[in-house]
């Protein structure tokens, strides 16, 4: 289950810090001015996930780095074309010389296009750009509990969207088959998840074949979520919004206007406040979070601008 967290008050720039049920990573989802990340959020972060890099959503990504260094571990930041250099540029406007190899390494994750992904190594002292690998598919980023997949959206610059998609999970019933839990409920759910029905499973002393006790397992599916930042409400991004998020458990997207500034939004690439809710129905998500306004508006005018993006939604 994803527990995401608004690290940025309303008038700040939008950062959103992404935890897990029963899991001690932390994901942070764009660097923007945020008050409420913490340190110790910055140093639990095992993966950065940008949009884009205009200001708002990377202007903290140097106190991120200022909490990070000498975690002694790898932290990913995954990003659009260009990603690379930019967050070698920023880190290059420091010195170094007192820090040492191995306090920090960040790897890269740079998206050419939507099967392409170009994987790069930056580490103290020198962070020169180490090239890695390649990654031909649209899979990011991916671990136990999830995967991450993306749409290269148009904000006049590639803009990223993320969907992040949590793996169904076998659960067991341990009360209703009388028995103590033990190795068996692995061997088990292993068993189910190869569909290897056969297996004999050895509970209490007792030989069983696993498709006799498969009927004390059930799945659980797991979750869904997705950040969608700027973006211009065009025909072409929606057919990719409703691509990569249909159905989608619970999404937050950027609204950056209220519906008397469309022009305005038209001409920067946004979203506006109908747009984005008119898009989020055309899903059918569950739960559709509109986030990151200007930072013109007063309180009023956002309650307006939240009014108008509950009405298209609902
Ligand atoms: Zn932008
Ligand atoms: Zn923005």
Redesign the pocket.
């Known amino acids: 289950m994803f527990i995401p967290e608004i690290k940025s008050k309303v008038n700040e720039d939008i950062s959103i810090l992404l935890k897990l049920d029963n899991h001690s990573h932390h994901y942070i989802c764009e660097c923007g001015d945020a008050s409420e990340l913490s340190v110790k959020d910055c140093q639990n972060a095992h993966a950065i996930f940008l949009s884009?890099t205009?200001i708002?959503?990377f202007i903290n990504f140097d106190t991120i780095l200022r909490h990070q260094i000498g975690i002694e571990r790898k932290v990913i930041i995954c990003g659009p074309k260009g990603i690379i250099q930019q967050v070698q540029s920023k880190i290059k406007g420091y010195h170094w010389n007192l820090i040492e190899k191995g306090s920090l390494t960040y790897e890269v994750r740079e998206i050419i296009d939507k099967n392409t992904i170009l994987i790069y190594e930056l580490e103290p002292p020198t962070w020169e750009i180490k090239t890695i690998g390649k990654l031909a598919k649209n899979t990011l980023f991916e671990n136990k509990k999830f995967q991450v997949n993306f749409t290269i959206l148009d904000?006049k610059i590639p803009?990223i969207a993320y969907l992040f998609r949590e793996f169904d999970t076998v659960k067991i019933d341990i009360e209703k088959s009388g028995f103590k839990g033990g190795k068996w409920v692995r061997d088990l759910k292993t068993a189910f998840e190869n569909q290897a029905e056969n297996t004999a499973i050895e509970v209490e002393e007792k030989t069983y074949l696993a498709k006799d006790l498969f009927y004390l397992l059930n799945i659980k599916k797991g979750n869904s979520l997705g950040i969608i930042?700027?973006h211009a409400a065009n025909e072409a991004n929606h057919q990719k919004i409703k691509n990569l998020f249909f159905e989608c458990d619970k999404v937050f997207i950027e609204c950056f206007y209220k519906a008397e500034d469309k022009e305005l939004a038209v001409a920067n690439f946004?979203s506006y406040s109908t747009q984005s809710g008119k898009i989020m129905k055309a899903c059918k998500v569950k739960e559709a979070i509109p986030v990151h306004f200007s930072r013109k508006y007063k309180e009023e005018d956002i309650e307006l601008l939240l009014n108008e993006f509950e009405n298209a939604f609902f």
Do not use: A
Request: glycine share 0%; aromatic share 0%.
């Open positions: 884009h205009h708002d959503h904000h803009s930042m700027d946004h």
